[in-house]
């Protein structure tokens, strides 16, 4: 029997870019850790829709940092087959839910207490180098804890985290759900409450739809008002965490939204959007020299 600690990585699987799947498959390894990789699958990659559904938007984004990525991503769609061969375990679950509720339906096919870590992660965020797993791990990135505003008091690296999230919303210490990691101690608990949490107050219910909900507008800015109630689960998790005294064992990887050094979080499948194209190209500019 390995002495080894075991990450889990789930993905929430959706948009299936392949380069996605690739980068987390080509991250390094910490020594004294193995991992396990999961796909919880809401629709088959192999539906013509998946990759279809992402052509006409891309030709209408020209050219940019954050176009280049998008066209990276969805220039191939991965395969149910290539999942396979790269190692990831692969279910299919009732779609009527995502985010956090994917995750749900993972701890109840495959959680026992079995993993040191778990990460979940939405399979539309981009990696930016092979050091993710690494630093988390070892203990070595630059980590935030969010006072109750928001505001952000940077702590030791090996601060005793139970709850990891990527980049910070701004006037607020609520989560984003898109990159959580999550430590045993609080899965434990977590575990006997988190289909409650992840389902309650929803009023999108996506069973059997294979679609993405694209409502563009004239600056090409894809609307999120359909999935509004979604971001329930998120609250009512920071609710959980505060109510069992994690609250403040809950950090930040960067003081920016959806960017961080190791990966930027996608918003409806892209990493461009109108909205943000500035903000995120300078957030990126303070880890990277952007051209």
């Given at each position: 029997?390995?002495?080894?600690?075991?990450?889990?990585?789930?993905?929430?699987?959706?948009?299936?870019?392949?380069?996605?799947?690739?980068?987390?498959?080509?991250?390094?390894?910490?020594?004294?850790?193995?991992?396990?990789?999961?796909?919880?699958?809401?629709?088959?990659?192999?539906?013509?829709?998946?990759?279809?559904?992402?052509?006409?938007?891309?030709?209408?984004?020209?050219?940019?940092?954050?176009?280049?990525?998008?066209?990276?991503?969805?220039?191939?769609?991965?395969?149910?087959?290539?999942?396979?061969?790269?190692?990831?375990?692969?279910?299919?679950?009732?779609?009527?839910?995502?985010?956090?509720?994917?995750?749900?339906?993972?701890?109840?096919?495959?959680?026992?207490?079995?993993y040191d870590k778990v990460l979940f992660t939405h399979d539309d965020n981009y990696l930016l180098n092979t050091?993710?797993?690494?630093?988390?791990?070892?203990?070595?990135?630059?980590?935030?804890?969010?006072?109750?505003?928001?505001?952000?008091?940077?702590?030791?690296?090996?601060?005793?985290?139970?709850?990891?999230?990527?980049?910070?919303?701004?006037?607020?210490?609520?989560?984003?759900?898109?990159?959580?990691?999550?430590?045993?101690?609080?899965?434990?608990?977590?575990?006997?409450?988190?289909?409650?949490?992840?389902?309650?107050?929803?009023?999108?219910?996506?069973?059997?739809?294979?679609?993405?909900?694209?409502?563009?507008?004239?600056?090409?800015?894809?609307?999120?008002?359909?999935?509004?109630?979604?971001?329930?689960?998120?609250?009512?998790?920071?609710?959980?965490?505060?109510?069992?005294?994690?609250?403040?064992?809950?950090?930040?990887?960067?003081?920016?939204?959806?960017?961080?050094?190791?990966?930027?979080?996608?918003?409806?499948?892209?990493?461009?959007?109108?909205?943000?194209?500035?903000?995120?190209?300078?957030?990126?500019?303070?880890?990277?020299?952007?051209?």
């Amino acid at each position: 029997m390995s002495d080894n600690k075991k990450l889990a990585v789930v993905l929430g699987g959706w948009h299936y870019p392949y380069a996605y799947y690739n980068q987390l498959k080509k991250q390094s390894v910490p020594d004294g850790w193995e991992i396990d990789f999961y796909v919880v699958s809401h629709r088959d990659p192999e539906l013509p829709i998946v990759f279809d559904e992402k052509q006409s938007i891309l030709k209408e984004r020209g050219d940019g940092t954050l176009q280049a990525f998008d066209k990276e991503l969805y220039s191939r769609i991965i395969t149910k087959e290539e999942l396979s061969e790269m190692g990831f375990i692969y279910n299919v679950e009732e779609s009527s839910i995502g985010d956090l509720f994917q995750l749900s339906q993972w701890v109840e096919r495959h959680y026992e207490g079995q993993y040191d870590k778990v990460l979940f992660t939405h399979d539309d965020n981009y990696l930016l180098n092979t050091e993710l797993f690494t630093d988390i791990l070892d203990r070595k990135s630059e980590i935030f804890v969010p006072d109750e505003g928001g505001n952000l008091n940077k702590v030791d690296s090996d601060f005793d985290w139970k709850h990891l999230a990527g980049g910070q919303i701004e006037n607020t210490n609520c989560p984003r759900t898109s990159f959580t990691f999550l430590d045993k101690e609080l899965l434990d608990e977590l575990q006997h409450d988190l289909s409650e949490i992840t389902s309650r107050d929803i009023d999108l219910i996506r069973t059997g739809e294979t679609n993405t909900l694209y409502d563009v507008n004239d600056s090409k800015q894809i609307s999120t008002d359909a999935l509004l109630s979604w971001n329930n689960p998120g609250r009512y998790f920071l609710g959980w965490m505060r109510e069992n005294n994690y609250i403040d064992k809950s950090v930040r990887l960067s003081p920016y939204y959806r960017v961080t050094k190791y990966f930027i979080e996608g918003e409806r499948g892209f990493m461009w959007t109108h909205r943000d194209e500035k903000r995120t190209l300078n957030s990126l500019s303070s880890y990277y020299q952007i051209d």
